[in-house]
Structures are given as C-alpha cells and as structure tokens.
C-alpha cells in the first residue's frame, strides 16, 4: 500500500477584494458585476510558483527530515522558468537536494497536479518513497476578464511513502481526450478560453463522470461511502452535477474555495484534498478529481493516523490568517499588469554570478550556515575562521540549518530610498535564540510588528529579479510574527 | 604599544574646493581647486611633493580606477602616487597615507587628495553599487539611511527612549548644523532650518527625515603635510601637527555575532580609545576643543557623540538638547555644517574635516570661527553601515599641546 503521510498548503498573506476589481473594470464589462464578492489570494511581489511550493512543502514536512526524502515532484503551469528545474530548487530549500534524491515537474495541463500525483505514487509503490508532491500556481489573466476574479494563488504538498500513512490511496483512474476548454500558446501570457457552457457541458459534465464512476468501481467502493469529493472547478454546477450523475451524495461536495482564495489551477485539487484532510476521521472516502484534456481520479481513505498527518498551519490556518488587500493598484503592479514608474536605483544591473551562486547553493536556498565544532558558536553565513572573538578556530564549521529557527528583531528601518517593488524596503538585523544572526529583508510585514525584540520567521522568497536576462533569485526572508515567538527567541 | 605618531607630522598647507551641486565641474576640476588652495597655501611647488595620495570612493560615477587621474589632473612630475578606497573614510585614508609617509622619512612633503563627483549620477541619493559578488546574492536590499535608522531603533530601545524624544534630539542636530552652515561660504547647504521642519519633514527611512540625512554633494579637499622641521624651514610658525591617527575596521562580530545589540559603534569606541592613548588624551571631554564627527545621519552623531567617550552612555540626548555641541557650546561639533550642511562628498569628507580644523586651529575660519581658536581637535570619518564599517578618528591640534 502506500500513502499520503503528511500534508500541508500555503496560501499567500494578501487577499484581493473582488469588489475593488469589480468597481475598477464593470464600466468596460458589466458581467463582473456579479463577481464582486468576497476575495482572492494573491502574492506578494516577492512571490512566485517556486516559493509557494516551498513554503507548501515546508508546511507539510514540518520536523520531518528532509535526509530521508527519495524524491521531489512539483506541478504546476506558471512556473518561473521554462528551462530550469523547479522542483530542484524546491528540493534545495528543503535540504532535500543530493545524490539520493530524484526530481520531477509536470506541468502543461490544469490536470497535471492530480497526473503528477498518480506517477509519483505509483512510484512510491514502485520502492522510490518518500516522494514529497508539491503543487503550486501563480497565474496571471487580463485585467477585467473573469479568470483575474476566479483564479487565486497558493499550493499545495503531500508527503507520499509506502504503507498507508495518514491517507491510503485505494486506487486511481485516468482518462485522456484532447478537450481544449483553453490553451496557452507559446511565448504568450494569458490563456485563451472556449465558451463556459460548452467546457461545463461538453466538457466536465461528459468526461469527468466516468472516471470517478471507474475509480470507485475498480476500488469496490460506493459512491454513496464517499465524505469528501474534490473537484477543483469554479464553474457553477459542475462539482454538484458531477456527483450526482456518479451517486455521490450532495453532501461531500466539497467547497471549492472561491470565497477567500480563488482557483489556484494546478495546485487546487490538492488544496482541496489537503483541506478535506485537514477535516477527515478515520475512515473517511476522499475522491479528488482533477480535469485538462481528460480526467484523473484519485480515491484515498483516511486511516486512524489522519490527525498526525496535518501540518503546522495548513490550508485552513493559511486561509484564516490572510489580509484583505483593497489596492487593485497594488495586485496590477505586482503581476506586472500595467508599467510603473521605477526609480533609476531599480536599474542597477542585478547578474547572478551562477559560479558563486552553485558554491553558495546550501546558503542562499537552504538557509545553512555553521556551527563552529570548537565553541559551538552559530553564525551564517558560515565562514573558514570562526566568528566569536574568543575562539577564531579554522575549518571549524559543520553545516547548520537555520531555516526552522525563530528569530526576533534586533534592529530595523522602513526605507524609502531603496529599489524596491513594494516601499517602504522593510529590513533589520535578526537574531536567532539558538545563537547567529543576519541582516534581513523582511516580507509579509505587519508594521505593528515592526519593534525591537518583535518575533520572526524565515522564509524563501524571491529577493530580486534579473529583467536584463529573466533570472530569479531567491533568499530568505524575515517575516514579523509578533510577540508570541519572540518570547521563545 | 606602537609609540605613535603624535608631532611628527604637521600640516604644510590645505585646501578645499566649494562643496554642492557642481554642475560647472568634472572631478578633475575639482582636484584643482582644492589642490591649487592647498599650494597656495604651503608656498610651494609640485616639484617639492615627493608622493600623493587620491582618495574616492564611487569612481566608477566618475574619474575612473587608479590614482592616474590625480597625477594627470595636477601634472605632478611623475611622483609615486596611489589611490586609496575606504568607503566615506577615504579621505581620512588618503590622509593617512601621506602622513605616514612623511613619518616614515620615505617623504618629505607628501599631499592627501580627496575628491567625489556624485551629481552625475541622476538621481538624488548615494548612487547605486553592487555589494560584490556573493553579497550581492543574500544580503539585505539596504540603503546608507536606512542603515544607520536602524540605530535609532536599537539606541531607542536600549535607554528606553520613545520615537519622538529620538527626534526632538536628532532635529536639534540637524537644525545647529543648518545654522553653522549657514556661516560657511563653501557648505552645500546654507539654509537655516527649523525644528518643526525637521519634525515635518517626509520619512526617508523610518525614522530619519529628509533633515536627517546629510547633503550627497560634489567637492574635492587637500592636504599637505611635511615634518614639523621642514615646515619651520619654510617659514611657517603657527603649526598644526597630527597627534593621532587610528583605524578600526570590522571583523564581522556586528553582524554575526550575538554580542553587540546595535545601539553603537564597536568600530568607533576602539578607534577612539587607540587615537587617545596615542594623542595622550585623557579625559576628552575636558580636553577636546573641536570634533568634526561623521554625521551622514543625525543619529550617527547622536551616538557617536557616546562612542567617542565625550557623553557619557545615555546621556547623549540630554547633552545635545543642552546645546553642549553647539558652536557656542563647550565641544562644538560640525562648527562648519559638517557632512550634514558643508556636504559630503564621500573621498573628499575626512580631509574637509581636518579643513576645518586647520582652519580654526589658525584662526582663519571667518564668520564661524571660535573666539578661543581650539588646541585639540578631533575628525571622526566612518565609512560603512553600523553594522560593518571602518571607522577613522585624527586627531589634530597645536604642535607641541
């Protein structure tokens, strides 16, 4: 058998008020008009696909370690690069990343998080677990079009081994049809959408039924045994049609998270399924379907680990801990929606020397640094004589992770002098209670939380963007977390 | 202990080009006008220098790598001449340079040049600069005010001092600075300022207001300097001779290390105390005359007015508010407008402090001059962020004080 043994989500802090979308575009589209209501995810400037896996990832791994991980598998259709692994620096970030460790994405289709997970839990079957399943999607559309009120941003993450972990898989079913609902054509941004009836009817209505019909048939389950159906879909009708014409009762339709975060396309079906689990007892049927030029199916059922598989924060603690952004201004500038005005700082040439940046890899997208074995002192990043002027040891340091650590602000400034897409440039100097510290940027920011002594929390986030040549960086961030942790710090 | 450099090398002449927005003006013009002050002064030719010292720091906005443009710009006759970077302390590195070479006895009469030409840059502001490679790849997106606001926080929570008694002190620098300034024909900014102004003015990193921050200017400042022997032999009497020159550079231990709480200057306490022993100065406060100190921000000179031993460790507010470095005040600091007010152009700022302290040591600072020309002097030049930095403290004053 094999399992799902731990599970986790990430949801981006801000979230869009479809009202202020709606009050910006009605007068060129009056149908928005309907669409104003409640919110979307949305990420941060420094946000993209990568970081939302990785902080999905990170979610569900919580303690786990990150030595014993076989493979990293990463879904998603908005990845930042279109040659360059993303699962690979998502596997770096969770100081996954070596010799014992496979990496995969999948990509091309909105179905590709639900196909991705069958492969990866086939091999697991197969002896190549644990395989930690991540995916994530920041998505653009059009100003004014439906999708920028429909789509969200966020990700999702499984921890998948054999044995039947927090949720056995029962089985899964796939179906393939060259269904173009829409497309995303070479080189351009947005995708190009049929007619929603037509997708709803021809499309989710025909070809999604059979095979969830199919993978309960095969697993010996009825329909009406299943708790929680999944089905990623912000049309209306589809997911209460599809359970209908498959005999599942109206009841475990699941929400489709339209309300506070929006479809986050390839990622959805696990959001969904991480939130079902974050809710499931033991016993209960998960059906997650996934759709994009056919259908997948998958059928877990929760075992009496259920409650050990969930994660520090999750889907549902990500969704109650998001802020309401008004600023449509805001959302337009950080999607690259509409040129702003930059200041000449912003032109500085940001090259990666990627000589430097593979030397430094375990730093800058692990968050490693060292500790001293002479003294014991922690400093990152790390460096050949030791940094406590009572010890001065050389070639003392062995690898040390800093990226569960909590921190507190020791220093810190607004700056509205410096580049940055988002001013004020919040950053300070934050010290770690186990012992180190670093001069950070700070992301996330709650200005109330800005004090000396106030809480934070590292995370992965994409520190500048190479306009000249596409390249992304990305480093850790501080993210003011209040009182609560700076106690522990 | 090293004995020292204290009388061994005294200044032969000095210079100083008009500081601020330079538009008429290459770099190289600006040498020149500082240079050609400095000789005037000396009373002597170029055949006489045997080595010169170029200090700047952003020579990519202008003259370029190596100490050629020096060489070229003043037609010196082929003498050694090196280019010395040190961040805002350069110029005190260029200074340094020339200094020991006279005591050295490698040369008799050596010339310290410092020069900045910021304003082509197009915009306001230090210019941008990669922060070297690896750096470049993790470390924070920081800019010079947004690094030393960062002190305002740490001091702040340290002595238990709200935001606004942290301004009300930073503004009374700020708005003493503007005055003195005011009496300077060659500051950048010559405007006198209120303290309401100051208050009001728009947050450039919180919490420095744009009257925090000192004026990024282009301008050029030279030293001469010879051994007190030489100067004599020249015809010079009233003699300013170099009692110390001390140097602290960080190790990391700021930035790295768990130890400093971000509320001073490690750098500045070690050079100060070093530049003491050297000069034999034991208890400056009473014996300090003059201190030119590196005031880029307010808050830098709030607490390096700490750092340097001059107030005692919290008492720097009151002792600001009290008016203690006013121009009429016992120790004046920035008598001239400082970086703040003369401006700050950054290879040029350490010598322009020693400027001013030869200036006034000789009694020939004009409309700012202290009735009591001052006997001990002291330039403090920093270059860097609180958190790693180079600090520079001379100390100056009359030859055998």
Request: hydrophobic share 40%; glycine share 10%; with cysteine.
């Amino acid at each position: 058998m094999v399992g799902i043994v731990r599970f986790g989500g990430y949801i981006p802090r801000l979230r869009l008020s479809r009202r202020v979308v709606v009050e910006a575009n009605a007068w060129g589209n009056p149908a928005l008009k309907s669409m104003g209501k409640s919110e979307r995810s949305m990420c941060g400037w420094d946000e993209d696909a990568i970081t939302l896996g990785a902080a999905a990832a990170r979610d569900c791994l919580g303690d786990a370690d990150p030595a014993a991980i076989r493979g990293i598998y990463f879904a998603s259709t908005s990845a930042p690069f279109e040659d360059r692994q993303s699962a690979g620096v998502i596997a770096e970030a969770l100081r996954a990343a070596g010799p014992d460790c496979a990496a995969l994405d999948v990509a091309q289709s909105q179905r590709a998080g639900t196909s991705g997970l069958i492969a990866a839990l086939s091999a697991v079957a197969g002896g190549a677990g644990p395989i930690v399943y991540v995916a994530a999607d920041r998505r653009v559309a059009p100003a004014a079009s439906m999708q920028e009120l429909a789509f969200g941003d966020g990700a999702a993450a499984l921890l998948l081994d054999a044995g039947d972990g927090a949720a056995k898989l029962l089985g899964s079913k796939s179906s393939t049809v060259d269904f173009v609902d829409h497309y995303r054509g070479e080189n351009r941004r947005f995708d190009y959408g049929w007619e929603e009836r037509w997708v709803r009817n021809e499309g989710f209505l025909k070809i999604v039924p059979p095979v969830v019909k199919a993978v309960l048939d095969e697993a010996g389950v009825a329909p009406s045994a299943v708790t929680h159906f999944c089905m990623p879909c912000t049309l209306r009708g589809v997911a209460a049609g599809v359970a209908k014409q498959a005999g599942i009762p109206e009841a475990a339709v699941q929400d489709n998270l339209h309300d506070g975060c929006g479809d986050t396309g390839t990622a959805h079906a696990l959001v969904m399924l991480v939130h079902a689990l974050e809710r499931a007892k033991p016993g209960d049927i998960l059906l997650v379907a996934g759709f994009g030029q056919g259908c997948d199916a998958l059928l877990f059922q929760a075992t009496d680990k259920v409650a050990e598989g969930r994660s520090a924060v999750g889907v549902a603690g990500h969704l109650a801990r998001g802020t309401v952004e008004t600023n449509y201004q805001k959302f337009l500038a950080f999607n690259g929606m509409v040129e702003m005005e930059k200041s000449p700082r912003s032109e500085a040439d940001r090259q990666t020397k990627h000589t430097a940046a593979y030397r430094h890899r375990d730093m800058l997208l692990g968050f490693v640094g060292g500790r001293c074995t002479s003294c014991g002192t922690l400093q990152i990043p790390k460096s050949r004589i030791c940094v406590n002027p009572n010890c001065r040891a050389v070639d003392s340091q062995e690898d040390h992770p800093f990226q569960s650590y909590p921190g507190r602000i020791v220093t810190w400034s607004a700056d509205y002098l410096t580049y940055t897409p988002e001013p004020p440039a919040y950053y300070g100097m934050v010290q770690f209670a186990e012992g180190g510290r670093l001069m950070a940027d700070f992301t996330d920011v709650d200005p109330a939380l800005m004090q000396v002594g106030g809480g934070v929390e590292m995370v992965l986030r994409v520190k500048d963007r190479d306009p000249n040549r596409g390249f992304v960086r990305y480093f850790w961030k501080a993210k003011p977390v209040g009182d609560a942790a700076a106690a522990k710090a | 202990m090293p004995k020292g450099i204290k009388d061994k090398v005294v200044i032969l002449g000095m210079g100083c080009s008009r500081f601020g927005e330079r538009w008429d003006a290459d770099a190289e013009d600006l040498m020149v006008e500082a240079y050609l002050e400095a000789m005037g002064d000396a009373g002597i030719e170029s055949s006489q220098l045997d080595a010169a010292w170029l200090s700047t720091c952003y020579e990519e906005q202008h003259v370029g790598k190596s100490a050629i443009p020096l060489s070229t710009a003043l037609r010196l006759p082929n003498i050694p001449v090196t280019r010395v970077e040190n961040l805002c302390a350069s110029g005190s590195e260029a200074f340094r340079g020339a200094v020991y070479a006279v005591a050295s006895g490698a040369a008799d009469i050596a010339l310290a040049l410092g020069v900045e030409k910021l304003k082509d840059a197009g915009y306001g502001g230090l210019p941008y600069r990669t922060k070297g490679t690896v750096n470049d790849l993790y470390q924070a997106n920081i800019s010079a005010p947004g690094a030393f606001a960062q002190i305002a926080s740490a001091y702040g929570a340290r002595f238990g001092l709200d935001r606004g008694e942290i301004k009300r002190a930073m503004a009374h620098i700020s708005v003493k600075s503007h005055d003195n300034g005011s009496k300077n024909p060659k500051a950048h900014l010559r405007n006198k300022i209120t303290e309401d102004a100051v208050l009001n003015a728009g947050i450039v990193a919180e919490p420095l207001g744009l009257y925090d921050c000192c004026g990024v200017s282009d301008g050029a400042a030279c030293a001469i300097v010879t051994t007190p022997e030489i100067a004599k032999s020249l015809g010079k009497k009233d003699l300013v001779a170099v009692k110390a020159l001390q140097l602290s550079a960080s190790n990391g231990l700021e930035s790295q290390h768990n130890s400093w709480d971000g509320s001073h200057f490690v750098t500045t306490r070690i050079a100060a105390k070093r530049a003491y022993d050297e000069a034999g100065i034991a208890n400056p406060r009473e014996q300090l005359s003059l201190i030119e100190v590196h005031d880029c921000f307010s808050i830098t000179e709030l607490v390096t007015m700490e750092d340097l031993f001059i107030s005692a460790e919290g008492e720097a507010v009151k002792d600001v508010l009290d008016g203690f470095y006013d121009s009429d005040g016992k120790v004046p600091c920035q008598i001239d407008g400082g970086l703040k007010c003369f401006g700050h152009p950054i290879g040029a700022s350490g010598l322009r402090m020693m400027y001013e302290q030869y200036l006034q040591m000789l009694g020939r600072a004009g409309d700012r001059q202290r009735k009591e020309p001052p006997v001990l002097g002291l330039t403090h030049n920093l270059g860097g962020h609180p958190h790693s930095n180079v600090c520079s403290i001379a100390i100056v004053g009359r030859y055998g004080a």
